[in-house]
Protein backbone atom coordinates (compact mmCIF):
# COMPACT_ATOMS: atom_id res chain seq x y z
CA UNK A 1 0.00 0.00 0.00
CA UNK A 2 1.69 3.97 -0.68
CA UNK A 3 -0.27 6.37 1.42
CA UNK A 4 0.67 10.23 1.42
CA UNK A 5 -0.78 12.45 4.23
CA UNK A 6 -1.18 16.19 1.94
CA UNK A 7 -1.52 19.20 4.67
CA UNK A 8 -2.97 22.05 4.37
CA UNK A 9 -1.44 24.15 7.31
CA UNK A 10 -3.23 27.65 6.10
CA UNK A 11 -6.65 25.88 6.41
CA UNK A 12 -5.07 23.39 8.71
CA UNK A 13 -6.81 20.46 6.21
CA UNK A 14 -5.71 17.37 5.41
CA UNK A 15 -6.64 15.36 2.33
CA UNK A 16 -4.79 11.48 1.40
CA UNK A 17 -3.74 9.90 -1.30
CA UNK A 18 -3.90 6.35 -1.40
CA UNK A 19 -2.84 3.51 -3.64
CA UNK A 20 -2.31 0.17 -4.21
CA UNK A 21 1.13 -0.63 -5.62
CA UNK A 22 0.70 -3.59 -7.11
CA UNK A 23 -2.31 -2.75 -9.55
CA UNK A 24 -0.98 0.83 -10.11
CA UNK A 25 -4.39 2.81 -8.83
CA UNK A 26 -5.35 5.57 -6.58
CA UNK A 27 -7.91 7.01 -4.63
CA UNK A 28 -7.82 10.56 -2.86
CA UNK A 29 -9.73 11.67 -0.16
CA UNK A 30 -11.06 14.87 0.61
CA UNK A 31 -9.08 16.84 -2.24
CA UNK A 32 -7.98 20.40 -1.74
CA UNK A 33 -8.69 22.61 -5.07
CA UNK A 34 -5.16 22.96 -6.58
CA UNK A 35 -5.07 19.25 -7.33
CA UNK A 36 -1.71 19.58 -9.15
CA UNK A 37 -0.22 18.05 -5.97
CA UNK A 38 -2.14 14.55 -6.05
CA UNK A 39 -0.96 14.59 -10.42
CA UNK A 40 2.58 15.05 -9.11
CA UNK A 41 2.14 12.25 -6.51
CA UNK A 42 0.49 10.32 -8.54
CA UNK A 43 3.24 10.64 -11.51
CA UNK A 44 6.24 10.46 -9.15
CA UNK A 45 4.70 6.83 -7.86
CA UNK A 46 3.31 5.52 -11.38
CA UNK A 47 0.10 5.24 -10.38
CA UNK A 48 -3.12 6.30 -11.99
CA UNK A 49 -5.96 7.83 -9.58
CA UNK A 50 -9.00 6.00 -10.01
CA UNK A 51 -11.26 6.80 -7.42
CA UNK A 52 -12.46 10.07 -5.53
CA UNK A 53 -13.89 10.65 -2.70
CA UNK A 54 -15.08 12.90 0.52
CA UNK A 55 -16.26 12.40 3.71
CA UNK A 56 -19.08 15.41 3.74
CA UNK A 57 -19.93 18.37 2.18
CA UNK A 58 -16.97 20.43 3.19
CA UNK A 59 -17.67 24.21 5.22
CA UNK A 60 -14.17 25.12 5.05
CA UNK A 61 -12.85 24.56 1.61
CA UNK A 62 -13.56 24.07 -1.84
CA UNK A 63 -12.88 20.59 -2.95
CA UNK A 64 -11.35 19.84 -5.95
CA UNK A 65 -12.64 16.38 -6.11
CA UNK A 66 -14.47 17.50 -9.56
CA UNK A 67 -11.90 18.95 -10.99
CA UNK A 68 -9.10 16.13 -10.04
CA UNK A 69 -12.23 13.38 -11.72
CA UNK A 70 -11.87 16.30 -14.86
CA UNK A 71 -8.11 15.87 -15.17
CA UNK A 72 -8.16 12.28 -14.52
CA UNK A 73 -11.21 10.79 -15.54
CA UNK A 74 -11.62 9.05 -12.28
CA UNK A 75 -14.96 8.03 -10.58
CA UNK A 76 -16.48 10.13 -8.22
CA UNK A 77 -17.75 8.49 -4.73
CA UNK A 78 -20.03 10.35 -2.36
CA UNK A 79 -22.44 10.22 -0.01
CA UNK A 80 -26.47 9.38 -0.80
CA UNK A 81 -27.18 9.62 3.03
CA UNK A 82 -27.64 13.59 2.61
CA UNK A 83 -31.18 14.74 4.24
CA UNK A 84 -33.12 17.05 1.83
CA UNK A 85 -30.52 19.96 0.84
CA UNK A 86 -27.91 17.90 1.23
CA UNK A 87 -27.78 15.63 -1.59
CA UNK A 88 -24.72 16.57 -4.33
CA UNK A 89 -25.95 17.77 -7.32
CA UNK A 90 -23.69 16.15 -9.68
CA UNK A 91 -23.59 12.67 -11.32
CA UNK A 92 -21.76 10.92 -8.47
CA UNK A 93 -21.62 6.93 -7.46
CA UNK A 94 -23.67 6.83 -4.10
CA UNK A 95 -22.61 5.60 -1.24
CA UNK A 96 -24.13 4.57 2.12
CA UNK A 97 -23.63 2.85 5.35
CA UNK A 98 -21.53 0.08 4.64
CA UNK A 99 -20.82 0.54 0.75
CA UNK A 100 -17.29 -0.50 0.00
CA UNK A 101 -15.21 1.11 -2.25
CA UNK A 102 -12.37 -1.32 -3.74
CA UNK A 103 -8.83 0.17 -5.11
CA UNK A 104 -7.13 -2.80 -6.14
CA UNK A 105 -6.44 -4.84 -3.25
CA UNK A 106 -7.53 -2.27 -0.76
CA UNK A 107 -11.03 -1.53 0.53
CA UNK A 108 -12.86 1.23 2.27
CA UNK A 109 -15.88 0.24 3.83
CA UNK A 110 -18.40 3.26 4.63
CA UNK A 111 -19.40 3.97 8.13
CA UNK A 112 -21.87 7.01 8.34
CA UNK A 113 -21.43 9.12 11.32
CA UNK A 114 -24.55 11.27 11.06
CA UNK A 115 -21.98 14.40 12.09
CA UNK A 116 -23.70 17.65 12.12
CA UNK A 117 -26.66 16.23 10.45
CA UNK A 118 -25.75 16.04 6.73
CA UNK A 119 -24.96 12.36 7.09
CA UNK A 120 -21.53 12.56 6.74
CA UNK A 121 -18.88 9.47 6.04
CA UNK A 122 -15.61 7.85 7.57
CA UNK A 123 -14.04 5.16 5.94
CA UNK A 124 -12.27 2.30 7.21
CA UNK A 125 -9.61 1.16 5.20
CA UNK A 126 -8.11 -2.60 4.87
CA UNK A 127 -5.01 -3.54 3.04
CA UNK A 128 -5.83 -6.71 2.56
CA UNK A 129 -2.49 -8.25 0.61
CA UNK A 130 -1.64 -7.69 4.85
CA UNK A 131 -4.47 -8.39 6.65
CA UNK A 132 -8.33 -8.54 6.42
CA UNK A 133 -8.84 -6.80 9.81
CA UNK A 134 -9.01 -3.05 9.12
CA UNK A 135 -5.87 -0.46 10.03
CA UNK A 136 -6.96 3.16 8.74
CA UNK A 137 -9.48 5.20 9.66
CA UNK A 138 -10.67 8.54 7.91
CA UNK A 139 -12.77 10.40 10.04
CA UNK A 140 -13.51 13.64 8.02
CA UNK A 141 -14.69 16.38 10.55
CA UNK A 142 -16.10 13.06 13.11
CA UNK A 143 -13.56 12.91 15.23
CA UNK A 144 -10.65 14.47 15.43
CA UNK A 145 -6.91 14.56 17.65
CA UNK A 146 -8.39 15.26 20.74
CA UNK A 147 -12.18 16.86 19.44
CA UNK A 148 -14.93 16.10 17.56
CA UNK A 149 -16.92 17.78 15.00
CA UNK A 150 -18.36 20.72 15.85
CA UNK A 151 -22.47 20.77 14.86
CA UNK A 152 -22.84 24.18 15.25
CA UNK A 153 -21.65 25.19 12.05
CA UNK A 154 -24.99 24.80 10.23
CA UNK A 155 -26.77 27.30 12.28
CA UNK A 156 -23.72 29.73 12.73
CA UNK A 157 -22.65 29.40 9.08
CA UNK A 158 -25.17 28.47 6.97
CA UNK A 159 -28.46 29.81 9.44
CA UNK A 160 -30.02 26.44 9.88
CA UNK A 161 -31.80 27.77 12.65
CA UNK A 162 -32.66 25.14 15.27
CA UNK A 163 -30.22 22.19 14.54
CA UNK A 164 -26.98 22.56 16.74
CA UNK A 165 -28.86 20.73 19.53
CA UNK A 166 -30.04 17.88 17.70
CA UNK A 167 -26.98 17.76 15.83
CA UNK A 168 -25.29 17.68 19.04
CA UNK A 169 -27.17 14.66 20.28
CA UNK A 170 -26.51 13.06 17.18
CA UNK A 171 -22.75 13.54 17.67
CA UNK A 172 -23.31 11.78 20.79
CA UNK A 173 -24.93 8.43 19.28
CA UNK A 174 -22.96 8.29 16.83
CA UNK A 175 -19.69 8.02 18.65
CA UNK A 176 -20.82 4.86 19.71
CA UNK A 177 -19.72 3.42 16.62
CA UNK A 178 -16.29 4.75 17.11
CA UNK A 179 -16.32 3.34 20.43
CA UNK A 180 -16.94 -0.15 19.15
CA UNK A 181 -13.91 -0.22 16.79
CA UNK A 182 -10.41 -1.97 17.42
CA UNK A 183 -7.95 0.34 19.57
CA UNK A 184 -5.27 -0.20 17.11
CA UNK A 185 -6.98 1.36 14.32
CA UNK A 186 -5.09 4.84 13.15
CA UNK A 187 -7.09 7.35 12.64
CA UNK A 188 -6.59 10.12 9.60
CA UNK A 189 -9.09 13.50 10.39
CA UNK A 190 -9.95 15.53 8.05
CA UNK A 191 -8.36 19.00 10.18
CA UNK A 192 -5.60 19.80 12.82
CA UNK A 193 -4.75 22.52 15.29
CA UNK A 194 -5.84 26.26 14.08
CA UNK A 195 -9.39 24.78 12.01
CA UNK A 196 -12.37 26.22 13.00
CA UNK A 197 -14.20 22.95 12.84
CA UNK A 198 -13.66 21.94 16.20
CA UNK A 199 -12.46 23.83 20.10
CA UNK A 200 -9.67 21.69 21.13
CA UNK A 201 -8.15 20.06 18.12
CA UNK A 202 -4.42 18.33 18.58
CA UNK A 203 -1.03 19.59 16.45
CA UNK A 204 -0.19 15.74 15.70
CA UNK A 205 -1.44 14.50 12.35
CA UNK A 206 -2.61 11.26 13.27
CA UNK A 207 -3.83 9.64 16.28
CA UNK A 208 -5.53 6.05 16.94
CA UNK A 209 -9.18 4.69 18.02
CA UNK A 210 -7.64 3.28 21.31
CA UNK A 211 -5.69 6.67 22.56
CA UNK A 212 -8.89 8.63 21.78
CA UNK A 213 -10.69 6.66 24.10
CA UNK A 214 -8.72 7.39 26.68
CA UNK A 215 -7.84 11.32 26.00
CA UNK A 216 -10.57 12.80 23.62
CA UNK A 217 -12.58 15.09 26.30
CA UNK A 218 -15.95 13.58 24.20
CA UNK A 219 -15.37 9.60 24.93
CA UNK A 220 -15.58 10.95 28.87
CA UNK A 221 -19.25 10.77 28.80
CA UNK A 222 -20.33 7.76 28.53
CA UNK A 223 -23.57 8.21 30.29
CA UNK A 224 -23.87 11.73 30.19
CA UNK A 225 -25.95 12.82 27.21
CA UNK A 226 -26.54 16.74 28.54
CA UNK A 227 -22.82 17.15 29.82
CA UNK A 228 -21.64 16.13 26.41
CA UNK A 229 -24.36 18.65 24.56
CA UNK A 230 -23.55 21.37 26.59
CA UNK A 231 -19.88 20.67 26.64
CA UNK A 232 -19.56 20.24 22.52
CA UNK A 233 -21.74 23.86 22.38
CA UNK A 234 -19.82 26.03 24.23
CA UNK A 235 -17.01 28.33 23.55
CA UNK A 236 -16.65 27.24 19.84
CA UNK A 237 -14.71 29.73 17.46
CA UNK A 238 -16.88 32.20 15.45
CA UNK A 239 -17.10 30.35 11.86
CA UNK A 240 -15.73 32.60 9.14
CA UNK A 241 -18.41 34.14 7.08
CA UNK A 242 -17.32 31.92 3.70
CA UNK A 243 -18.60 29.20 4.86
CA UNK A 244 -21.86 29.14 4.17
CA UNK A 245 -20.55 29.70 0.22
CA UNK A 246 -18.42 26.99 0.62
CA UNK A 247 -21.12 24.88 1.72
CA UNK A 248 -23.17 26.01 -1.14
CA UNK A 249 -20.49 25.35 -3.57
CA UNK A 250 -19.45 21.84 -3.11
CA UNK A 251 -22.96 20.68 -3.67
CA UNK A 252 -23.88 22.44 -6.31
CA UNK A 253 -22.40 22.20 -10.30
CA UNK A 254 -20.38 25.12 -10.26
CA UNK A 255 -17.60 26.12 -12.92
CA UNK A 256 -14.02 24.00 -13.29
CA UNK A 257 -11.32 25.59 -12.34
CA UNK A 258 -8.14 22.81 -12.76
CA UNK A 259 -5.51 24.82 -12.91
CA UNK A 260 -3.84 27.82 -10.78
CA UNK A 261 -4.39 30.89 -12.51
CA UNK A 262 -2.25 33.42 -13.71
CA UNK A 263 -3.10 36.83 -11.90
CA UNK A 264 -2.37 39.90 -14.33
CA UNK A 265 0.33 42.54 -13.21
CA UNK A 266 -1.94 46.22 -13.66
CA UNK A 267 -0.68 49.26 -15.19
CA UNK A 268 -0.91 52.12 -13.11
CA UNK A 269 -4.34 53.84 -15.32
CA UNK A 270 -5.79 49.97 -14.62
CA UNK A 271 -4.66 50.95 -11.11
CA UNK A 272 -6.60 53.55 -11.08
CA UNK A 273 -9.57 53.41 -12.82
CA UNK A 274 -10.83 50.57 -10.85
CA UNK A 275 -9.79 52.21 -7.45
CA UNK A 276 -12.17 54.86 -8.91
CA UNK A 277 -14.60 52.31 -9.15
CA UNK A 278 -14.82 51.46 -5.74
CA UNK A 279 -12.82 47.86 -6.24
CA UNK A 280 -11.71 46.37 -3.13
CA UNK A 281 -7.74 46.86 -2.46
CA UNK A 282 -6.55 43.59 -0.39
CA UNK A 283 -3.09 44.87 1.01
CA UNK A 284 -1.28 41.63 1.80
CA UNK A 285 2.10 43.23 2.85
CA UNK A 286 3.23 42.57 6.99
CA UNK A 287 1.67 44.67 9.22
CA UNK A 288 5.24 46.72 10.01
CA UNK A 289 5.32 47.59 5.93
CA UNK A 290 1.60 48.61 5.90
CA UNK A 291 1.81 50.80 9.23
CA UNK A 292 4.38 52.74 7.80
CA UNK A 293 2.73 53.42 4.67
CA UNK A 294 -0.75 52.00 3.08
CA UNK A 295 -2.87 53.23 0.23
CA UNK A 296 -6.56 54.64 1.54
CA UNK A 297 -9.59 52.38 1.56
CA UNK A 298 -6.95 49.29 1.33
CA UNK A 299 -7.55 46.32 3.41
CA UNK A 300 -4.13 44.92 5.61
CA UNK A 301 -4.61 41.00 5.42
CA UNK A 302 -1.19 39.55 5.80
CA UNK A 303 0.35 37.29 2.86
CA UNK A 304 0.46 34.48 6.30
CA UNK A 305 -1.03 31.36 6.99
CA UNK A 306 -4.36 32.75 8.01
CA UNK A 307 -4.73 34.94 4.75
CA UNK A 308 -7.57 32.52 3.35
CA UNK A 309 -9.53 32.59 6.09
CA UNK A 310 -9.38 36.00 6.28
CA UNK A 311 -10.05 36.69 3.08
CA UNK A 312 -12.80 34.96 3.24
CA UNK A 313 -14.41 37.43 5.76
CA UNK A 314 -14.19 40.49 4.50
CA UNK A 315 -14.54 39.65 0.58
CA UNK A 316 -18.23 39.02 -1.73
CA UNK A 317 -18.14 36.13 -3.61
CA UNK A 318 -19.90 38.28 -6.55
CA UNK A 319 -17.16 40.92 -6.34
CA UNK A 320 -13.64 41.81 -7.97
CA UNK A 321 -11.02 42.66 -5.79
CA UNK A 322 -7.21 43.73 -6.12
CA UNK A 323 -4.19 42.88 -4.50
CA UNK A 324 -1.02 44.31 -3.27
CA UNK A 325 1.52 41.43 -3.23
CA UNK A 326 5.03 40.96 -4.64
CA UNK A 327 5.86 38.34 -7.09
CA UNK A 328 6.96 36.12 -4.62
CA UNK A 329 3.88 35.73 -3.05
CA UNK A 330 1.35 35.53 -5.84
CA UNK A 331 1.60 31.41 -6.81
CA UNK A 332 1.05 30.96 -2.64
CA UNK A 333 -1.50 33.43 -2.51
CA UNK A 334 -3.56 32.23 -5.78
CA UNK A 335 -3.47 29.36 -3.99
CA UNK A 336 -4.74 30.27 -1.01
CA UNK A 337 -7.35 32.16 -2.40
CA UNK A 338 -8.90 29.68 -5.16
CA UNK A 339 -9.06 26.94 -1.87
CA UNK A 340 -11.79 28.83 -0.54
CA UNK A 341 -13.10 29.90 -4.24
CA UNK A 342 -11.92 33.58 -4.44
CA UNK A 343 -11.58 33.75 -8.09
CA UNK A 344 -12.39 36.94 -8.50
CA UNK A 345 -9.48 38.60 -8.40
CA UNK A 346 -9.25 41.72 -10.99
CA UNK A 347 -5.27 42.03 -10.72
CA UNK A 348 -2.41 42.99 -8.57
CA UNK A 349 0.04 45.70 -7.74
CA UNK A 350 3.76 44.70 -6.71
CA UNK A 351 4.10 47.80 -3.94
CA UNK A 352 1.97 50.96 -3.45
CA UNK A 353 3.79 53.02 -6.10
CA UNK A 354 1.15 53.27 -8.60
CA UNK A 355 -0.56 55.52 -5.77
CA UNK A 356 1.61 57.69 -5.47
CA UNK A 357 3.03 58.00 -9.05
CA UNK A 358 -0.27 59.65 -9.30
CA UNK A 359 0.61 62.49 -7.02
CA UNK A 360 -1.31 60.65 -4.33
CA UNK A 361 -0.22 60.26 -0.39
CA UNK A 362 0.10 57.62 1.76
CA UNK A 363 -1.88 56.83 5.20
CA UNK A 364 0.05 55.73 8.31
CA UNK A 365 -1.38 53.39 11.07
CA UNK A 366 -0.92 54.86 14.53
CA UNK A 367 1.01 52.14 16.33
CA UNK A 368 1.77 52.64 19.77
CA UNK A 369 4.30 51.11 22.20
CA UNK A 370 3.58 49.50 25.74
CA UNK A 371 3.85 52.44 27.40
CA UNK A 372 2.15 54.66 25.76
CA UNK A 373 -0.74 52.11 25.96
CA UNK A 374 -0.20 52.28 29.60
CA UNK A 375 -0.82 56.43 30.52
CA UNK A 376 -4.27 56.05 28.13
CA UNK A 377 -5.55 53.21 30.19
CA UNK A 378 -4.37 54.86 33.42
CA UNK A 379 -6.36 57.87 32.01
CA UNK A 380 -8.74 56.34 31.55
CA UNK A 381 -10.68 58.41 29.05
CA UNK A 382 -10.40 55.55 26.07
CA UNK A 383 -12.57 53.12 24.31
CA UNK A 384 -10.66 50.06 24.64
CA UNK A 385 -12.05 47.76 22.04
CA UNK A 386 -10.54 44.20 22.16
CA UNK A 387 -11.18 42.11 18.37
CA UNK A 388 -10.31 38.55 19.42
CA UNK A 389 -12.76 36.02 19.61
CA UNK A 390 -15.26 35.47 22.03
CA UNK A 391 -13.98 32.44 24.03
CA UNK A 392 -10.47 34.09 23.83
CA UNK A 393 -12.05 37.21 25.69
CA UNK A 394 -14.30 35.20 28.05
CA UNK A 395 -10.53 33.39 28.91
CA UNK A 396 -9.10 36.30 29.79
CA UNK A 397 -8.93 40.25 28.81
CA UNK A 398 -7.71 43.35 30.50
CA UNK A 399 -10.08 44.85 32.99
CA UNK A 400 -12.70 47.25 31.05
CA UNK A 401 -11.94 46.05 27.50
CA UNK A 402 -15.23 45.49 25.25
CA UNK A 403 -14.96 42.63 22.97
CA UNK A 404 -15.79 43.11 19.11
CA UNK A 405 -14.77 40.82 17.13
CA UNK A 406 -12.76 42.11 13.94
CA UNK A 407 -14.27 39.14 11.51
CA UNK A 408 -17.69 41.24 12.12
CA UNK A 409 -16.13 45.02 13.50
CA UNK A 410 -17.92 46.56 9.95
CA UNK A 411 -21.16 45.49 11.19
CA UNK A 412 -20.64 46.43 14.65
CA UNK A 413 -19.61 49.79 13.99
CA UNK A 414 -22.32 51.80 15.78
CA UNK A 415 -20.31 50.03 19.09
CA UNK A 416 -17.60 52.89 18.98
CA UNK A 417 -17.65 55.60 20.61
CA UNK A 418 -17.05 59.11 18.72
CA UNK A 419 -16.57 61.25 21.48
CA UNK A 420 -13.27 58.72 22.86
CA UNK A 421 -10.14 58.01 21.85
CA UNK A 422 -10.37 54.37 20.55
CA UNK A 423 -7.27 51.36 21.33
CA UNK A 424 -7.79 48.76 19.82
CA UNK A 425 -5.92 44.90 21.26
CA UNK A 426 -5.77 41.67 20.07
CA UNK A 427 -3.39 38.68 21.13
CA UNK A 428 0.00 39.77 19.14
CA UNK A 429 -1.22 42.60 17.12
CA UNK A 430 -2.20 40.99 13.49
CA UNK A 431 -5.93 41.05 14.36
CA UNK A 432 -5.39 45.02 15.07
CA UNK A 433 -3.61 45.48 11.69
CA UNK A 434 -6.87 43.96 10.34
CA UNK A 435 -9.04 45.97 12.40
CA UNK A 436 -6.87 49.05 11.88
CA UNK A 437 -7.54 49.09 8.36
CA UNK A 438 -10.93 48.35 8.66
CA UNK A 439 -11.82 51.50 10.81
CA UNK A 440 -9.44 53.63 8.28
CA UNK A 441 -11.72 52.78 5.70
CA UNK A 442 -14.75 53.85 7.55
CA UNK A 443 -13.24 57.06 8.03
CA UNK A 444 -12.32 56.73 11.37
CA UNK A 445 -9.55 58.83 12.28
CA UNK A 446 -9.29 58.58 16.52
CA UNK A 447 -7.97 55.27 16.71
CA UNK A 448 -4.53 53.90 17.90
CA UNK A 449 -3.48 50.42 17.48
CA UNK A 450 -2.02 48.48 20.78
CA UNK A 451 -0.04 45.91 18.26
CA UNK A 452 1.70 44.23 21.16
CA UNK A 453 -2.35 42.80 22.48
CA UNK A 454 -2.57 40.31 25.25
CA UNK A 455 1.08 38.76 24.66
CA UNK A 456 2.86 41.88 25.83
CA UNK A 457 0.11 42.75 28.47
CA UNK A 458 0.74 39.41 30.57
CA UNK A 459 4.27 38.83 29.91
CA UNK A 460 5.00 42.28 31.97
CA UNK A 461 2.97 40.74 34.48
CA UNK A 462 -0.45 42.70 34.04
CA UNK A 463 -3.41 41.05 35.42
CA UNK A 464 -6.48 39.90 33.79
CA UNK A 465 -10.04 39.30 34.20
CA UNK A 466 -12.12 36.47 33.08
CA UNK A 467 -15.92 35.55 32.12
CA UNK A 468 -16.84 32.05 33.61
Known sequence: MFFQHVYDKTLAQASYFIGCQKA????????KR??????????????????????????????GSRELAKLTGAELYLSDEGGEGWLYEFPHVGLKDGSVIKVGNLSLKVLHTQVTLQRALAFLLTDHPASDEPVMLFTGDFVFVGDVGRPDLLEKAAGFV???????????????????????????????????????????????????KVRNWAFQYPKDENGFVKYLLEDQPEPPKYFAMMKKLNKVDRPLLTEVPKLKKLSTEEFKTAYDKGIKLIDARNKVDFANGFIPGS????????????????????????????????????????RIGLDNVYGYIEDVSPWTTLGNTLEKSNVISFEEFQNLYKNNNIQLVDVRGESEFKAGHIKGAENIFVGTL?????????????????????????AYSLLAKHGFKNVKNYSGGMNEWVNTGNPVVSVN
Open 24 to 31: GVAIVIDA
Open 34 to 63: DVDTYLEIAKQNNMKITHITETHIHADFLT
Open 162 to 212: GTKEAGAKEMYKSIAKFNALADYIQVWPGHGAGSACGKALGAVPSTTVGYE
Open 299 to 338: INIQGNNAFATWAGWFLKYDEPFMLVATQAQLDDLTRKLM
Open 410 to 434: SENLSKLKKDKLIVIQCQSGDRTAI
